[in-house]
């Protein structure tokens, strides 16, 4: 039995075997070819194998979302047969006289390389393509067994670290657990974590090397830690301490259609945050009134080219009528910082979190933007459908969008495609915003907090480095300040005013919040009951 502390994400505790997920392992050596035909017909069996990898999925991506977004796994099929990209890794092989894994490596970095200099939005977009089948096949020269998290059994998940792309092509319903070496509390993994409603550590010293597949571990997110080989005495306490969540957990069933009001009569809107339209389910379930955050750039992660329209304005339409009625609050990308996607080029930034990402990249890419907000437009026609803008700064950018909203109208009102002009709010999370909310709540329907970045604005600390998670204070009196002189503006001009951040769901703070007349709180579905039971008996 080996026992390891890390930092807590989510206070839960499970049982299960470990699948790792050994990222390490793909770091390419350059290695000198003893026999350069052997090493190319190790490429060809490579690709063979990859095809057949690619064809099962592909079937699978057919069944689950449908032939367009399948198509992907049929272009990875065809570059894989590409002369120039094939007869390079050869060339590499043969004249530096080098293993098969550096040859394909070097040639994926060029290809990709070319790919994104070229002024054709399309051609840019298969830089993401090959690197991917390049990664591809050097797994497969390696010998690294791909992970297929559909057919595992449920699992807890090991790793080194997990970007938000990783978390979200996972099947949810096949993961107990996670644990990482590295990773920040406050990351958007750990915010996924939370809304999965599993447990979840980060900060763990463990050696990967010696972690095993199919090994029996414990994560207890209460005392912070997982138990690797548990004895047989642990897992039977483990498993009794399983039990008395599950019934705390009933207890807390006797919330469920219940008015989220004070003793006092003070009524607060208790919304739900998501990432996927699959979450749907967990607000559903929890009895949440609406959801207050759909992260839509979730849409846009995990692939290798952009969604197309239908394909969001199917998702967005799905949400709002399984909500039947009930608000639906969709935020525009928030891509950039910790959430990369290949193909949109976004480059390598000194400090992302201050850099090219979400309401800047729709401003500047507005083709991008429009696509998502005609298929926004679209889905309004099916149910209460509300779009919030992250990331703004100044009364300046909401006309800007305002104009693009306007161009979009226009197009659908000239193709007669049915829409709705949906109620529309902008994220406060920037100092700035706090600071101008008197002037852009003219110009908009409401206010939602996303307390996770103007913490890490207004502290200026970086809430990805784990290192700062000491110094990372939410409840600090500034941020606490802040909120008050958002909603206070809000209501000034009389719109109502939320907060969709993480501190949302911090029963300490919960009081505080309603005294200061915050309207809604949206949380992970799994806070919801919690945050019912605190809001019900507060004696307000």
């Known amino acids: 039995m080996v026992r390891f502390s890390g930092k807590s994400v989510y206070k839960g505790i499970t049982i299960g075997s470990v699948v790792l997920l050994d990222k390490a392992g793909c770091q390419v050596k350059r290695g000198k070819a003893e026999d350069k035909d052997a090493e190319t017909a190790r490429v060809r069996a490579a690709i063979e194998q990859a095809k057949e990898q690619l064809g099962s999925l592909y079937d699978k991506a057919l069944k689950e979302v449908g032939e367009a977004s399948a198509a992907i796994f049929e272009v990875h099929q065809m570059m894989l047969e590409d002369e120039d990209y094939l007869e390079s890794i050869d060339n590499i092989i043969r004249t530096e006289n080098v293993n098969a894994e550096y040859a394909v490596a070097i040639t994926g970095d060029n290809f990709a390389e070319m790919f994104a200099?070229?002024?054709?939005?399309?051609?840019?977009?298969?830089?993401?393509?090959?690197?991917?089948?390049?990664?591809?096949?050097?797994?497969?020269?390696?010998?690294?067994?791909?992970?297929?998290?559909?057919?595992?059994?449920?699992?807890?998940?090991?790793?080194?670290?997990?970007?938000?792309?990783?978390?979200?092509?996972?099947?949810?319903?096949?993961?107990?657990?996670?644990?990482?070496?590295?990773?920040?509390?406050?990351?958007?993994?750990?915010?996924?974590?939370?809304?999965?409603?599993?447990?979840?550590?980060?900060?763990?010293?463990?050696?990967l090397d010696r972690i095993?597949?199919?090994?029996?571990?414990?994560?207890?997110?209460?005392?912070?830690?997982?138990?690797?080989?548990?004895?047989?005495?642990?897992?039977?306490?483990?498993?009794?301490?399983?039990?008395?969540?599950?019934?705390?957990?009933?207890?807390?069933?006797?919330?469920?259609?219940?008015?989220?009001?004070?003793?006092?009569?003070?009524?607060?809107?208790?919304?739900?945050?998501?990432?996927?339209?699959?979450?749907?389910?967990?607000?559903?379930?929890?009895?949440?009134?609406?959801?207050?955050?759909?992260?839509?750039?979730?849409?846009?992660?995990?692939?290798?080219?952009?969604?197309?329209?239908?394909?969001?304005?199917?998702?967005?339409?799905?949400?709002?009528?399984?909500?039947?009625?009930?608000?639906?609050?969709?935020?525009?990308?928030?891509?950039?910082?910790?959430?990369?996607?290949?193909?949109?080029?976004?480059?390598?930034?000194?400090?992302?979190?201050?850099?090219?990402?979400?309401?800047?990249?729709?401003?500047?890419?507005?083709?991008?933007?429009?696509?998502?907000l005609r298929a926004l437009l679209r889905a309004s026609v099916y149910g209460n459908l509300s779009i919030m803008y992250p990331m703004i700064i100044s009364a300046d950018e909401v006309r800007k969008i305002h104009c693009i909203v306007k161009?979009?109208?226009?197009?659908?009102?000239?193709?007669?495609?049915?829409?709705?002009?949906?109620?529309?709010?902008?994220?406060?999370?920037?100092?700035?915003a706090v600071m101008v909310s008197?002037?852009?709540?003219?110009?908009?329907?409401?206010?939602?907090?996303?307390?996770?970045?103007?913490?890490?604005?207004?502290?200026?600390?970086?809430?990805?480095n784990e290192r700062l998670d000491d110094f990372y204070n939410p409840h600090h009196k500034a941020v606490l300040k802040m909120i008050r002189m958002v909603v206070d503006n809000a209501h000034k001009h009389g719109k109502w005013a939320g907060i969709c951040g993480e501190l949302g769901a911090d029963i300490d703070l919960t009081e505080e919040f309603v005294r200061m007349g915050v309207d809604e709180l949206s949380v992970s579905p799994s806070m919801v009951l919690r945050l019912r039971k605190r809001i019900r008996e507060i004696a307000f």
Do not use: W
Request: hydrophobic content about 40%; some cysteine; aromatic content about 8%.
């Open 117 to 207: 200099g070229m002024d054709d939005d399309y051609m840019r977009a298969r830089a993401a393509d090959v690197k991917d089948i390049s990664n591809r096949l050097v797994n497969n020269l390696y010998g690294h067994e791909e992970i297929d998290f559909h057919a595992m059994e449920p699992s807890i998940i090991v790793a080194d670290d997990l970007t938000p792309s990783e978390t979200v092509q996972m099947d949810k319903e096949k993961i107990l657990a996670f644990v990482t070496v590295h990773g920040s509390t406050n990351s958007h993994t750990a915010i996924l974590a939370r809304m999965m409603n599993i447990p979840a550590l980060v900060g763990v010293p463990v050696e």
């Open 438 to 464: 008197d002037d852009l709540a003219e110009l908009v329907d409401f206010f939602s907090i996303g307390t996770n970045d103007l913490t890490q604005y207004t502290l200026a600390i970086d809430r990805q």
């Open 407 to 432: 161009e979009v109208q226009q197009e659908l009102e000239e193709q007669e495609i049915p829409y709705t002009l949906p109620e529309q709010g902008i994220m406060i999370e920037t100092p700035a």
């Open 212 to 372: 095993q597949n199919g090994m029996t571990a414990v994560v207890d997110g209460f005392s912070a830690e997982v138990i690797f080989e548990p004895t047989e005495e642990v897992c039977v306490k483990t498993q009794e301490r399983i039990r008395e969540e599950k019934e705390k957990n009933l207890l807390l069933e006797d919330m469920k259609g219940r008015e989220t009001v004070t003793q006092g009569g003070r009524e607060v809107k208790l919304y739900a945050n998501i990432g996927s339209v699959s979450d749907v389910g967990y607000v559903l379930e929890n009895d949440a009134a609406g959801i207050g955050l759909f992260r839509s750039e979730f849409l846009y992660l995990g692939r290798s080219d952009f969604p197309a329209e239908e394909e969001q304005f199917q998702a967005y339409r799905q949400v709002v009528q399984t909500m039947a009625g009930k608000k639906v609050i969709i935020r525009t990308l928030d891509i950039g910082a910790d959430k990369q996607a290949d193909y949109f080029n976004l480059g390598k930034e000194d400090n992302p979190a201050l850099g090219y990402r979400a309401i800047r990249i729709c401003l500047k890419q507005p083709d991008v933007f429009k696509t998502q």
